[in-house]
């Protein structure tokens, strides 16, 4: 992937010639990529270059668009998540998302938010309190939330409520977590704290990030990723991506001279 | 840099940058030429002039710094804009450097001409413009992104080096000849020393334009330099 020594990483996911249509529309043509075990991933590129597309393959999310569909191969530890007996609601509690805006579930308490993921239809959690306390604390909100966990979720602010997402989809104790554009709604303050969460969190979790924010990518990621018109152009460690990018595409776009 | 920027201004900020560089550099060489001038001519009105001018080259040195702290806090470069703003803070420090050695050696010029001369300074010229020569050529390549000019340049330091070794011998021997020559050798050695660190400086100059260019670190591999004489 990259040739200045590569830390000795296991993959935890990988495509392999994935692409994907929306209708007749072809917004990913062929990617092959790997993502590295237990560290950040970051898709950057302008709109419309298949990034977030691209992260809604790795979790059959994006098949559940009316007239889109999936070609290629997605590897999770080696099994290809797109097998003909994979049940996909499976799949997408080892490779957790969470979306640009936050979207916790309005008429539902803080807890029962974090608890949604594990009783779709309403069975019962073991120790539940404890699964809130976890997912909270590792989603760095329960000092803020421990005292009002019966509130409603859309009681909190942005940046807590984007947290609140976070554990909700921690709480279901994936693999990989899919961030789409997770701060763009964000101040900076919150979205400070949301990229200090993905740092702590990236020892336990495997973190694929798309982001608008270069500069974001910069400061999270270990390894970044610049898709343009729905191929992958230049892959690679996040130091050497942002100092020395090996391809001209790469380079004007992260310079701020595209088109 | 063949594109331009998406932001008009960011692109003005990176030209102006360059430019000020460029002046800068300018600057430094008239320096070297006029001070070594004024030592071979013995013109110590001519060296008086050389040593005012520095100040303009340090002035430039802290506008230079301004305008990179700035460009760096507001548009956090990436890439090759990174490594050019980065160099340029760097650059400067060697081209003020140079702008301080050539007072130095303007100095030395007005002791010795209180003097009379100790020996024929014919081939100081002709090093001079090998030196001035490799400072304008290090800057021509900064701005052209040129490494085989920046390489070049690399490669002339060692005739710069052989001149300094050789000039030290001889001076010794002066000083061996005759004890009162020795504060005049002193002088001259000294110039023969301050024009070896301004090849060493230029040669700074060229090892950012090759980071610059192509994002590589050429600085400190293993390059066999001529050793000076203890």
């Known amino acids: 992937m990259n040739d200045s020594n590569p830390p000795p990483v296991t993959e935890k996911m990988r495509a392999e010639d994935v692409h994907a249509w929306f209708g007749p529309t072809h917004a990913l043509k062929g990617v092959t990529m790997s993502v590295p075990d237990k560290q950040v991933t970051a898709i950057i590129g302008p709109s419309g270059c298949g990034k977030s597309t691209f992260v809604r393959c790795l979790n059959r999310m994006h098949e559940v668009v009316p007239g889109a569909r999936v070609e290629g191969k997605v590897l999770l530890d080696g099994q290809n998540i797109y097998g003909s007996r994979v049940n996909p609601v499976r799949v997408r509690r080892h490779v957790g998302m969470v979306f640009q805006k936050p979207n916790?579930?309005?008429?539902?308490?803080?807890?029962?938010?974090?608890?949604?993921?594990?009783?779709?239809?309403?069975?019962?959690?073991?120790?539940?309190?404890?699964?809130?306390?976890?997912?909270?604390?590792?989603?760095?909100?329960?000092?803020?939330?421990?005292?009002?966990?019966?509130?409603?979720?859309?009681?909190?602010?942005?940046?807590?409520?984007?947290?609140?997402?976070?554990?909700?989809?921690?709480?279901?104790?994936?693999?990989?977590?899919?961030?789409?554009?997770?701060?763009?709604?964000?101040?900076?303050?919150?979205?400070?704290?949301?990229?200090?969460?993905?740092?702590?969190?990236?020892?336990?979790?495997?973190?694929?990030?798309?982001?608008?924010?270069?500069?974001?990518?910069?400061?999270?990621?270990?390894?970044?990723?610049?898709?343009?018109q729905g191929e992958i152009v230049e892959v690679g460690e996040t130091d050497q991506i942002f100092t020395r990018p090996k391809n001209q595409k790469t380079e004007d776009y992260i310079t701020g001279r595209f088109g | 840099m063949a594109r331009q920027h998406t932001d008009k201004e960011y692109e003005a900020e990176l030209v102006k940058l360059r430019e000020q560089l460029l002046v800068m550099g300018g600057r430094v060489e008239e320096m070297i030429a006029s001070s070594i001038k004024a030592l071979v001519e013995r013109d110590t009105e001519l060296a008086q002039k050389t040593i005012e001018l520095d100040a303009h080259v340090n002035n430039a040195?802290?506008?230079?710094?301004?305008?990179?702290?700035?460009?760096?806090?507001?548009?956090?470069?990436?890439?090759?804009?990174?490594?050019?703003?980065?160099?340029?803070?760097?650059?400067?420090?060697?081209?003020?450097?140079?702008?301080?050695?050539?007072?130095?050696?303007?100095?030395?010029?007005?002791?010795?001409?209180?003097?009379?001369?100790?020996?024929?300074?014919?081939?100081?010229?002709?090093?001079?413009?090998?030196?001035?020569?490799?400072?304008?050529?290090?800057?021509?390549?900064?701005?052209?992104?040129?490494?085989?000019?920046?390489?070049?340049?690399?490669?002339?330091?060692?005739?710069?080096?052989?001149?300094?070794?050789?000039?030290?011998?001889?001076?010794?021997?002066?000083?061996?000849?005759?004890?009162?020559?020795?504060?005049r050798a002193m002088c001259l050695q000294a110039v023969a020393k301050h024009l070896e660190r301004i090849g060493d400086h230029a040669t700074n100059l060229a090892e950012m334009v090759v980071f610059q260019v192509k994002g590589k670190d050429i600085r400190h591999t293993g390059r066999k330099k001529d050793k000076p004489p203890a």
């Open chain 2, 61 to 183: 040195e802290v506008r230079t710094d301004e305008l990179c702290l700035r460009i760096l806090a507001r548009r956090q470069p990436v890439a090759s804009d990174l490594r050019f703003i980065t160099m340029a803070l760097k650059l400067v420090v060697d081209l003020e450097r140079i702008g301080d050695v050539c007072v130095n050696i303007c100095e030395r010029a007005i002791e010795l001409n209180e003097e009379p001369p100790l020996k024929s300074l014919a081939d100081m010229p002709r090093m001079t413009e090998t030196i001035q020569a490799m400072v304008h050529d290090a800057l021509d390549a900064f701005v052209a992104g040129d490494t085989e000019k920046a390489q070049q340049v690399i490669a002339r330091d060692r005739s710069v080096d052989a001149y300094y070794a050789q000039t030290f011998r001889e001076l010794l021997t002066y000083m061996i000849e005759d004890p009162r020559n020795i504060s």
């Open chain 1, 104 to 228: 916790p579930f309005p008429t539902m308490s803080i807890r029962d938010n974090v608890l949604a993921g594990l009783r779709p239809n309403g069975q019962k959690v073991d120790d539940p309190a404890s699964v809130v306390e976890t997912a909270l604390k590792h989603a760095a909100l329960w000092d803020e939330a421990k005292d009002v966990l019966d509130r409603s979720g859309s009681s909190l602010s942005g940046g807590q409520q984007q947290r609140l997402c976070i554990a909700r989809a921690l709480a279901l104790e994936p693999e990989v977590l899919l961030m789409d554009e997770p701060c763009s709604a964000l101040d900076p303050i919150a979205t400070a704290r949301i990229e200090e969460l993905i740092h702590e969190i990236s020892d336990r979790y495997t973190i694929v990030i798309v982001t608008h924010n270069m500069q974001q990518a910069a400061r999270v990621a270990d390894t970044t990723a610049f898709f343009y």
